[in-house]
């Protein structure tokens, strides 16, 4: 069983940065592909970013490309999102999530969430 803990989330102005942390508890953390997704009040979960086992290739949705960043420290079992030039459509709740593959993370196990807010 892998525990998620997502972390730095929080209150930033349109144009801000932050940077969201995942810690997994499993020491077998170098086996899973990482991902990020994010849900909206009144809205689907949607993927913002992932990175494969190695850290090797990443992958954004098309709203956050050029702006956020996944990276990952197999050492400290932790995966980032680096988020800047925030806007308020990124307010939403950001979930970690953690799989065997990119493609199978979404069946695999998910943290509790943080909470994004972007005022305007």
């Known amino acids: 069983q892998v525990q998620l803990v997502e972390s730095g989330g929080g209150l930033v102005q349109a144009g801000g940065s932050l940077r969201l942390s995942c810690a997994a508890s499993?020491?077998?953390?170098?086996?899973?592909?990482m991902g990020w997704f994010r849900q909206a009040p009144g809205k689907e979960r949607e993927f913002v970013a992932a990175?494969?086992?190695?850290?090797?290739?990443?992958y954004y949705a098309d709203s956050v490309k050029g702006r956020f960043t996944i990276s990952r420290d197999n050492a400290k079992n932790t995966v980032y999102l680096q988020m800047n030039s925030l806007k308020p459509e990124d307010t939403a709740v950001y979930y970690c999530?953690?799989?065997?593959?990119?493609?199978?993370?979404?069946?695999?196990?998910w943290g509790q969430g943080t909470q994004v807010t972007v005022s305007s």
């Open positions: 990175i494969t086992l190695s850290g090797g290739n990443t």
């Open positions: 499993e020491r077998t953390f170098s086996i899973y592909a």
């Open positions: 999530a953690a799989g065997p593959t990119i493609a199978t993370m979404t069946e695999g196990y």
